[in-house]
């Protein structure tokens, strides 16, 4: 049933933690409704906007690294590409500092 994808562990993890994140916001939204708030963002959100806006951003950074990295290793002179497991932990600090601050 999966077969069109390739499931490494990077990604496993990266959709599994979305899995969790989606779960984890529904509870908290039924036991703490949200209401608007103004951080850094140029707009008042909440916290479901500010979970969408930081997994769009983190699928963003994560397909640039993807397209990137043979640029990067040649650019860096690298033996390989650079590891999938950078793009996602800088992807997971970003969505954690939108969902934070944002």
Do not use: H, Q
């Not at 103004?38 to 500010?50: N, Q, Y």
């Not at 963003?60 to 640029?71: E, H, Q, R, S, V």
Request: charged share 15%; net charge positive; hydrophobic share 55%.
């Amino acid at each position: 049933m999966f077969n069109w994808m390739v499931w490494t562990t990077p990604v496993a993890i990266f959709f599994t933690c979305i899995g969790l994140m989606l779960a984890g916001m529904t509870v908290w939204e039924i036991r703490s409704p949200t209401s608007l708030r103004r951080g850094w963002l140029p707009m008042e959100t909440t916290r479901g906007d500010r979970l969408f806006i930081g997994l769009l951003t983190a699928a963003y950074i994560n397909l640039a690294f993807i397209g990137l990295a043979g640029k990067f290793a040649e650019w860096f002179g690298l033996a390989n590409e650079p590891s999938i497991w950078i793009s996602f932990v800088l992807s997971m600090a970003v969505l954690l500092l939108i969902v934070r601050k944002g």
